[in-house]
């Protein structure tokens, strides 16, 4: 069997800071992760499994570059959390995997069921594609070689969830060494190397298209991850990032690039197992270099913007049947994209669950203060007035356009106009969280795959 990387996320340095993760209850995420993460590692060895802690000292670069110059064909790596959420009623466990993987979200699976087995008072969040993370990818899952998970114990902001976390550690360690064993059995027992190897058996060919139609070069299968050659990149027209976070292999003197990573540069990418396709779409109807600005045109119809709520809140229309409606009408008049604003909408509200300190009635869809500075925020008296407010925060941040409206977002005066023309620059402005204009593109790019733009 090969060995066990296995790393408790947060703890090191980030930009000379130490990175404590969640800060909940006087205690923190990395804390309790270093703690669970050296029971699970003296479980392993007990069990004459060759295991490997990451040091804790390392950032997450630092974190897969180490364990990338010591993995081999046979091993795999974890990654542990605790998560943490603005609404204390949400718990439960997740497994992340890299989307479009079959083969790793059966291992997902795999060491879930471990983990309940032994602590089955944790709920299951099931396995999920790292997709459907916040920022829409997970470097953990991406740009390891070896065959790699990203597991979410619980949410340290749920009182039951942390009360086992802290009081279950044991169980928790021993269900994790459970999945940990049989996901490295299962690999052992024949994956494919993280390169292709330059002689003998190597990578089995897929099929691609492109736009519905069968290309004419053949992709790889490569640890159960499909790869497209980069001349096809080339011809789309598409630049590929000269960046560490593009995974690309050489096989048979053929430049690859993992097809997953074609998401970020606003293709569609989907994978099917059973007829050995992945499947790219480009963008039809949007240019990418557009995505990301601010002021423009949705591209949207009201009933893809109410689906994709429903998809992914099934009530979320009870209380706001016609907010985008709304939405699409006042973002129009101001020339603000809708698409971004909705987004931004269901990123702040969680997809208009709410549970932090607004709440519904106030009407405030985009944490926005007020000049008294309650600490609650903002409240407007209508649905549509909270639209407008908004809207019109966005159009101050993003250009120096006068309204069209009349004002009611109390703290327009107070941004510099123009600042953020784009979404990555909201980051740090209109949230502290520098990744914040990246996690509303993310559910952009997921809004427009759903609607068939992307």
Same mark, same amino acid.
């Given at each position: 069997m090969g060995r066990i990387f296995i790393s408790a996320g947060h703890g090191g340095l980030t930009r000379g800071v130490q990175d404590p993760g969640a800060m909940v209850a006087e205690t923190t995420e990395a804390r309790e992760m270093i703690l669970t993460r050296d029971l699970i590692v003296t479980e392993l060895r007990l069990r004459n499994l060759d295991v490997l802690a990451v040091p804790d000292d390392l950032n997450l670069t630092q974190t897969i570059d180490w364990i990338n110059v010591r993995a081999t064909r046979e091993d795999v790596a974890l990654e542990i959390h605790a998560d943490a959420f603005s609404n204390p009623t949400v718990r439960g466990a997740s497994v992340f995997y890299i989307a479009n993987n079959d083969d790793r979200k059966a291992h997902g699976d795999l060491l879930l069921l471990a983990l309940l087995r032994r602590v089955p008072q944790l709920l299951s969040r099931g396995a999920r594609p790292d997709t459907a993370t916040g920022v829409g990818r997970l470097a953990f899952c991406r740009q390891i070689a070896a065959p790699s998970l990203l597991l979410e114990i619980g949410f340290l902001t749920n009182p039951d969830d942390r009360f086992i976390i802290q009081t279950r550690r044991r169980d928790i360690a021993l269900g994790i060494a459970d999945g940990l064993s049989s996901w490295s059995r299962a690999i052992s027992g024949g994956s494919l190397p #993280?390169? #292709?190897p330059t002689s003998g058996t190597g990578p089995s060919e897929i099929v691609i298209t492109v736009n519905g139609q069968f290309h004419d070069e053949k992709g790889i299968l490569l640890n159960g991850n499909p790869?497209?050659?980069?001349d096809l990149i080339d011809s789309l027209g598409i630049e590929i990032p000269r960046t560490g976070q593009v995974r690309l292999v050489n096989y048979r003197s053929i430049v690859y690039i993992k097809a997953i990573e074609l998401r970020d540069l606003n293709l569609s990418v989907t994978w099917d197992n059973n007829n050995r396709t992945v499947s790219l779409r480009s963008i039809l109807k949007i240019y990418p270099a557009m995505l990301d600005q601010i002021m423009g045109r949705g591209q949207t119809s009201e009933v893809q913007l109410m689906m994709f709520l429903k998809t992914n809140h099934e009530s979320s229309l009870a209380q706001f049947p016609d &907010? =985008?409606? !709304?939405?699409? %009408?006042? =973002?129009?008049? %101001?020339?603000?994209?809708?698409? &971004?604003a909705f987004c931004q909408m269901c990123v702040e509200t969680t997809f208009l669950r709410f549970g932090g300190d607004v709440k519904p009635s106030q009407n405030n869809f985009a944490s926005l203060g007020s000049i008294e500075g309650e600490p609650t925020g903002a409240t407007f008296a209508s649905t549509r007035l909270g639209v407008r407010a908004h809207i019109q925060? !966005?159009?101050a941040y993003a250009t120096k356009e006068p309204l069209v409206q009349e004002l009611v977002d109390p703290r327009f005066r107070f941004i510099t106009r123009g600042i953020a023309p784009q979404l990555e620059q909201l980051g740090g402005r209109w949230s502290a969280d520098m990744e914040y204009g990246s996690r509303i593109l993310a559910l952009v790019r997921r809004l427009y795959e759903s609607s068939g733009l992307l």
């Open positions: #993280p390169s #292709p790869y497209v050659p980069v &907010i =985008a409606k !709304l939405y699409r %009408e006042e =973002a129009g008049m %101001e020339g603000v994209n809708y698409d &971004i925060h !966005l159009k």
